[in-house]
């Protein structure tokens, strides 16, 4: 038996999982719900209210009591925490805790007899932390572009300024409250400053998500001090060191000797949540994409080389086993399918029932299915469009053709704006709540020309900060540990005769929303 740990402090909750290397077993795991189990901090799903709506930050000390109380919970559980040999963890990307000088000896001299939230409160030098989901840094945005150059911004730090990313929102800090950055001695990510937490001392930020800050250069690997003096004065001083996501971040402080963890186990360098998930999901190696089905879909892989999106939707972060990874968010997932599945007044089995009563390229009838504004490509005013017969685009199709273009046009974008990572993907990972749908993966399968592998795996940012302190710890391959946490259960492979009329339909496809 060989335990570890993998923590996930995410926007709405931090989890736990225990899993046993050998087996390639999840052996026990605990959750921390923020807004129904620490209500005191008022922060409805992980968010604190404010009268604007760009404005999205947390509470800090919140993270810290939920990180007492998930080990609590693991020690009541009986769970033979004295048995782990070592953790990790990842956080919510881009998020930033901001700390003054007391913070190291706090760290240094963490009281068992104190909860971590009372104990750290002095520390911090701004009370909230902005969150990846805030968005009011457009004019800091247009201000560090300016100055470096918009291009070069984004081929230095693999993606053009944006709002929700660390340092815009630093400058936004010193813009706004110049006396508490003056007080700053250190700015920490939510994936940093809680292995700093664990470990006593101030832990590096990792390459995997340390790319999302706009600050990191990708080239060098180092935090690029043009871009951190357009950023805000003397931001260098003041950022963690960079380093490697597999490297050790330091030792267990004795503090958690009081949920019975082993004083001095070792503690691996935190990543982001997409950095893990990589990992979670067995794709750290090129030639594998994932394509995750939520609320939002999203498609990333890992990359042979450091490539930026031309047209800078796609973000590129650091993949923690090596190299560079690539993330492309597309908002109008499950509910732009959603939208057409009620619009036809289908249900879901009717909905799955739509791609046998359809064919592969559906007749050259195309969707643009921004049913919400689209990050990829950027569409700021919401609605469909449509392209091919005149039912079709009157939205009066037979179900089966309205349902399978929603899809299809999906699919098609996903194809279309992942060109510039330069891979061919001969297998993609299908995870999220869509990818029960067989119909769905064997359009992944045709569009791609791919083999399709469903997986089933839960808290993959959790599980994937386990498998990689595991590796660290144990020297294995990344690859066993693949194999066994994250096997593939049902695989789909592509219909090679689809092939040309994807093609054909992918370039008119690329027209369509050209023209729109
Ligand atoms: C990625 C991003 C989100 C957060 C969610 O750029 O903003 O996926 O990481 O926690």
Redesign the pocket.
């Known amino acids: 038996m060989k335990l570890f740990i993998g923590l996930d402090s995410?926007?709405q909750s931090l989890k736990a999982l225990v899993v046993d290397a050998d087996t390639g077993k999840v052996t026990a795991s605990a959750a921390v719900n923020f807004s129904s189990e620490l209500p005191k901090y008022g922060c409805p799903n992980g968010v604190l209210p404010n009268r604007d709506p760009l404005v999205k930050h947390s509470n800090p000390l919140m993270w810290l009591e939920a990180l007492d109380l998930v080990f609590t919970k693991l020690k009541d559980a009986k769970v033979p925490l004295d048995k782990v040999i070592g953790m990790s963890g990842s956080g919510?990307?881009?998020g930033s805790v901001y700390l003054n000088s007391k913070f190291k000896d706090i760290l240094a001299g963490l009281d068992k007899a104190k909860a971590l939230a009372d104990q750290m409160a002095p520390a911090l030098s701004r009370k909230t932390s902005p969150i990846?989901m805030d968005s009011s840094t457009s004019v800091e945005c247009a201000e560090i572009s300016k100055t470096i150059g918009a291009k070069k911004l984004q081929a230095l730090t693999g993606s053009p300024a944006i709002e929700?990313f660390t340092g815009p929102q630093i400058r936004k800090f010193w813009k706004t409250e110049p006396e508490n950055y003056k007080k700053t001695e250190r700015i920490h990510l939510v994936s940093s400053f809680l292995a700093s937490v664990l470990i006593g001392d101030n832990a590096p930020i990792d390459y995997g998500d340390g790319a999302?800050m706009n600050l990191l250069n990708l080239g060098t690997l180092l935090w690029d001090l043009k871009i951190c003096e357009a950023t805000a004065p003397g931001l260098i001083e003041k950022l963690p060191q960079v380093a490697p996501s597999s490297k050790l971040a330091g030792r267990l402080s004795p503090y958690f000797t009081k949920f019975g963890l082993k004083d001095g186990i070792p503690v691996i360098n935190w990543s982001?949540?997409?950095p893990n998930s990589l990992i979670g999901v067995g794709a750290g190696e090129p030639g594998t994409a994932v394509i995750s089905l939520g609320t939002s879909d999203t498609f990333f892989a890992a990359m042979s080389s450091s490539r930026t999106d031309p047209q800078g939707y796609g973000?590129v972060f650091g993949n923690p086993t090596g190299g560079f990874m690539s993330?492309i968010?597309f908002k109008n997932g499950s509910l732009a399918r959603e939208k057409v599945k009620d619009g036809c007044g289908a249900d879901w089995d009717a909905f799955e029932k739509a791609f046998s009563e359809s064919n592969p390229g559906n007749g050259g009838n195309i969707m643009l299915p921004y049913f919400v504004p689209e990050t990829t490509p950027l569409v700021l005013k919401e609605g469909a469009h449509f392209s091919g017969t005149p039912d079709f685009c009157k939205g009066r199709a037979p179900a089966a053709v309205m349902i399978r273009a929603v899809v299809e046009s999906q699919i098609l974008s996903m194809k279309l704006h992942s060109k510039w990572i330069g891979e061919d993907f001969k297998c993609i990972r299908v995870t999220g709540g869509a990818s029960k749908s067989r119909g769905i993966c064997q359009i992944i399968a045709d569009v791609f020309q791919a083999r399709v592998e469903k997986i089933s795996v839960a808290d993959s940012a959790a599980l994937g900060a386990a498998m990689r302190v595991a590796q660290s710890v144990v020297f294995g391959r990344i690859m066993d540990y693949y194999a066994k946490f994250a096997a593939a259960t049902e695989t789909i492979e592509p219909d090679k005769s689809t092939a040309a009329t994807y093609d054909k339909m992918l370039a008119e496809f690329a027209e369509f929303e050209k023209k729109r």
Do not use: A, P, V, Y
């Open positions: 995410s926007t919510q990307q881009h990846w929700r999302g982001g949540d997409n973000h993330l968010c």
